[in-house]
């Protein structure tokens, strides 16, 4: 089933959180949904499981409204929110038992499902135990088990990865990549390597906006038309050389990388600024050590979407 959304649009008081949001994700795909805090990423995902209804516009699963067939929608879709809420003191099998009966899964069926997901979902070792009693890696998986209890067709992910070690984050993720061979999934999550490694397909979100939708090789090359250098010069101490590299007319950006000890310049589009960091450094006579272009990563993507100029 794809998932359409058309016009989204948000308000809480004076706040708009979503703003005329459109976007699909089509079916069998895995999606990231990115953003900074409050842009937005959890009302959408909050509006698609119907826990909250939207000011105007619509959103689709498949054939059903979230406005016209709301349980409809539901029971096609499978949510696991940011705080896993479990019964941390019912064992992992009774609990998946509760849940497919909460799902209206036929009583006779409920048996086969529970153990379908404690395979699929890696819980066989852990079955009998209590919830409480499981890491948080062995929490997430419950969680995902109950999100597909009912074999919906979409699954909605808001920060499946959060908190979890290295270890557990490459289990989740392999995880939720076997499930989307078969189902349509939409997942949050701040950890940009995760996504890139994870999803078909990326949608980003800034200030209630849409402002880029494409594969992470498309995002990449929609920023490469801004030539981004390492610049490493010998200066006197006091200068600022930050802020004279900022001042060139094709800089679009110029900020100081501690961890590199060398200026991060990000020039303005379909511009290079090599020619004029030469001459400033001779005008200044100033020593450059290292002038270097920078591939353009999915977090410096991220950045130019989000970050205020």
Same mark, same amino acid.
């Given at each position: 089933?794809?998932?359409?959304?058309?016009?989204?649009?948000?308000?809480?008081?004076?706040? %708009?959180?979503?703003?005329?949001?459109?976007? =699909?994700?089509?079916?069998?795909?895995?999606?990231?949904?990115?953003?900074?805090?409050?842009?937005?990423?959890?009302?959408?995902?909050?509006?698609?499981?119907?826990?909250?209804?939207?000011?105007?516009?619509?959103?689709?699963?498949?054939?059903?409204?979230?406005?016209?067939?709301?349980?409809?929608?539901?029971?096609?879709?499978?949510?696991?929110?940011?705080?896993?809420?479990?019964?941390?003191?019912?064992?992992?099998?009774?609990?998946?038992?509760?849940?497919?009966?909460?799902?209206?899964?036929?009583?006779?069926?409920?048996?086969?499902?529970?153990?379908?997901?404690? %395979?699929?979902?890696?819980?066989?070792?852990?079955?009998?135990?209590?919830?409480?009693?499981?890491?948080?890696?062995?929490?997430?998986?419950?969680?995902?088990?109950?999100?597909?209890?009912?074999?919906?067709? &979409?699954?909605?992910?808001?920060?499946?990865?959060?908190?979890?070690?290295?270890?557990?984050?490459?289990?989740?993720?392999?995880?939720?990549?076997?499930?989307?061979?078969?189902?349509?999934?939409?997942?949050?999550?701040?950890?940009?390597?995760? &996504?890139?490694?994870?999803?078909? =397909?990326?949608?980003?979100?800034?200030?209630?906006?849409?402002?880029?939708?494409?594969?992470?090789?498309?995002?990449?090359?929609?920023?490469?038309?801004?030539?981004?250098?390492?610049?490493?010069?010998?200066?006197?101490?006091?200068?600022?050389?930050?802020?004279?590299?900022?001042?060139?007319?094709?800089?679009?950006?110029?900020?100081?990388?501690?961890?590199?000890?060398?200026?991060?310049?990000?020039?303005?589009?379909?511009?290079?600024?090599?020619?004029?960091?030469?001459?400033?450094?001779?005008?200044?006579?100033?020593?450059?050590?290292?002038?270097?272009?920078?591939?353009?990563?999915?977090?410096?993507?991220?950045?130019?979407?989000?970050?205020?100029?």
């Amino acid at each position: 089933m794809d998932i359409v959304v058309s016009h989204l649009t948000k308000t809480y008081g004076t706040q %708009r959180a979503v703003d005329d949001v459109s976007f =699909r994700v089509a079916a069998g795909q895995i999606t990231g949904f990115l953003g900074p805090n409050g842009a937005g990423k959890t009302t959408t995902m909050k509006s698609m499981v119907c826990y909250i209804t939207p000011d105007s516009g619509d959103i689709t699963i498949g054939p059903y409204s979230i406005r016209e067939h709301p349980g409809q929608v539901r029971r096609n879709i499978g949510y696991l929110p940011e705080l896993n809420p479990l019964y941390e003191d019912m064992p992992v099998v009774d609990f998946l038992h509760f849940m497919a009966a909460l799902q209206q899964v036929p009583k006779r069926e409920i048996p086969g499902r529970t153990a379908e997901m404690i %395979r699929l979902c890696g819980l066989t070792a852990e079955k009998h135990k209590k919830i409480g009693e499981l890491s948080k890696g062995y929490k997430q998986r419950v969680g995902l088990a109950q999100a597909l209890i009912h074999d919906p067709a &979409v699954l909605i992910l808001d920060e499946p990865t959060s908190g979890l070690d290295p270890n557990q984050m490459v289990e989740i993720r392999e995880l939720i990549r076997t499930v989307g061979k078969s189902k349509t999934v939409l997942l949050s999550s701040h950890i940009l390597s995760e &996504v890139e490694a994870t999803c078909d =397909r990326i949608v980003v979100i800034n200030k209630g906006r849409i402002v880029a939708d494409g594969t992470a090789a498309e995002l990449r090359s929609t920023a490469s038309g801004r030539e981004r250098l390492r610049v490493r010069i010998e200066a006197p101490e006091g200068a600022d050389v930050p802020a004279l590299l900022q001042a060139l007319p094709s800089v679009e950006k110029a900020e100081w990388d501690a961890d590199a000890r060398a200026c991060l310049v990000t020039a303005i589009p379909d511009a290079s600024a090599r020619n004029e960091i030469f001459a400033l450094c001779v005008a200044q006579k100033w020593q450059l050590t290292e002038i270097t272009g920078i591939e353009t990563s999915l977090e410096d993507v991220f950045r130019m979407l989000t970050t205020p100029s």
